[in-house]
């Protein structure tokens, strides 16, 4: 009768470890704040000209990495240049013009004082003094304006980032406001982790985060500085009809949403070298604010 007792107390503890451990597991792997769906990300950088001509030299290579202001390629400057010139010269007309056409309105008014002219003579000449002014201040901003376009010829990096996908060469021909050259930006290294819903509310922002990089040995270390706000809604659509495109659930079946989380990188183990899209595997340490 003891044995008996003594197998069922056995059993009946074995089987409570099991649904503790159950209970744990199932705790850990679903709604434990972690993810093995995470991925590096930068800000892409497209760098396009303002002014449009052929490509003379390129100044970088693919993968390149380059400082804040670095030239990146240059746009053919002889018409720039001519029409800088061409600018100036006009300015120098302008110029002339208005000297005179003041000069003549201060003798005329002169004039009108004496009695010699009349009035609306006098008056006429101040008007036309007024638009010759004018006119050179326009002159001076058409010459600002083809400097600007000569030195815009230039085409420099915006910020310290790495040159990406470059298929530019020299001899293409360069559109104003048509991306030429990609930028990754240096310093907009983050981590995305896509966390499923019933795990958001035991992560808040601030709190650390260890991140795992596959072929990386070393773990990097990170804050959670924000969450996604928004995602895609496939029901949304229309079809060719501009009905609403309603996708079939099954209504005992209901997955969770992934969102993005924004992860912030503190410190990255020297050697290590990131690359948007590598993969990770993310674990939020969690807090009191995320309990």
Known sequence: MKRNAGGVTLTAALVVCALVLGHHLWDYYVNAPWTRDGRVTADVVRVAPEVSGPIETVHVTDNQFVRAGDVLFDISAERFQLAVEAAQADLDNTRETMKFRVSRAARNATLEKKGSISQEAAEQADQEAAAARAEYRSAEVALELARLNLERASVRAPVDGYVTNLHLRKGDYAVAGNASVSLLDAESFRVTGYFRETQLARIAAGDPVRIGLMGVRED????????????????LSNDALGLPAVEPVFSWVRLAQRIPVRIGLDAVPQGVELAAGMTASIEVEETSGGE
């Open 220 to 235: 990097l270390s990170g804050h959670v500085e924000s969450f996604g706000r928004g995602i895609a809604d496939r029901n």
